[in-house]
């Protein structure tokens, strides 16, 4: 069965400054990998997801996030942090077979600081 | 719909009492899902839908849980017997076919309080 670990819990930065939020996952097979974002009151929409291809992948309002097999890692980046990115962070990860539920992180909440 | 529904949005219930939530998914999508949102748990898979069917209850967590789907559309989650533990967000999301790669719409969620 896979899992996802998001070790940090709460995260703060100021804004303006570069952000990086980790997301190790387990799975024996290639993962399809996602970052989904929870603002207050809203509910979770996809930021980006890797299946294949290019490890690199970008996503929507500036976000990037980098499958490294190595580490079993899939950290979400973004160069300069603003404050509307004050949010709930939740990686997931998708199995290749079966019926394909994924598997979400307990969340990494993060904190704007002006 | 243009997105997924949920209602109520707040439910406040005393112990013991029975609830209805409702998931209302995105016309099209077949694959739909439950999962709850505890402070500080992350999210928990309840149960998956495909179409009518349940292939996928293992998260249901008592058998005080349950749910259906009717039409290929609307879900109801219901909880007999609520205890002050089933306190949550009870989130509803849907896809297209369920594919390993699809990206989930989720609604905004119910929040049931247990008193």
């Known amino acids: 069965a896979q899992s996802v670990t998001q070790p940090d819990i709460h995260i703060t930065v100021s804004e303006g400054a570069s952000l990086e939020l980790r997301c190790n996952y387990s799975?024996?097979?290639?993962?399809?990998l996602f970052w989904y974002v929870q603002s207050p009151g809203q509910g979770l929409q996809l930021l980006l997801k890797?299946?294949?291809?290019?490890?690199l992948v970008q996503g929507i309002k500036g976000f990037e996030a980098e499958f490294k097999r190595s580490q079993s890692s899939f950290n979400l980046r973004k160069p300069s942090v603003h404050w509307s990115d004050a949010a709930e962070y939740f990686c997931?990860?998708?199995?290749?077979?079966?019926?394909?539920?994924?598997?979400f992180g307990r969340g990494t909440s993060l904190i704007v600081h002006p | 719909g243009a997105g997924v529904s949920q209602s109520p949005s707040n439910k406040v219930t005393e112990k013991g009492k029975d609830v209805e939530l409702r998931c209302d998914p995105i016309?099209?999508?077949?694959?739909l899902y439950w999962y709850r949102q505890s402070l500080g748990q992350g999210l928990e898979f309840l149960i998956y839908?495909?179409?009518?069917?349940?292939?996928?209850k293992s998260g249901l967590p008592s058998d005080r849980f349950s749910a259906e789907r009717t039409g290929g559309s609307v879900s109801t989650l219901t909880i007999q017997r609520t205890q002050q533990e089933d306190s949550a967000v009870y989130l509803c999301?849907?896809?297209?076919?369920?594919?390993?790669?699809?990206?989930?719409?989720f609604g905004s969620g119910t929040q049931l309080s247990v008193l």
């Open positions: 999301a849907s896809s297209y076919i369920g594919g390993p790669n699809e990206k989930l719409f």
């Open positions: 799975y024996g097979a290639t993962p399809y």
């Open positions: 890797y299946f294949s291809g290019d490890t």
């Open positions: 997931a990860v998708g199995a290749s077979g079966g019926s394909y539920i994924p598997t």
């Open positions: 016309s099209g999508h077949t694959a």
């Open positions: 839908f495909q179409g009518n069917s349940a292939p996928d």
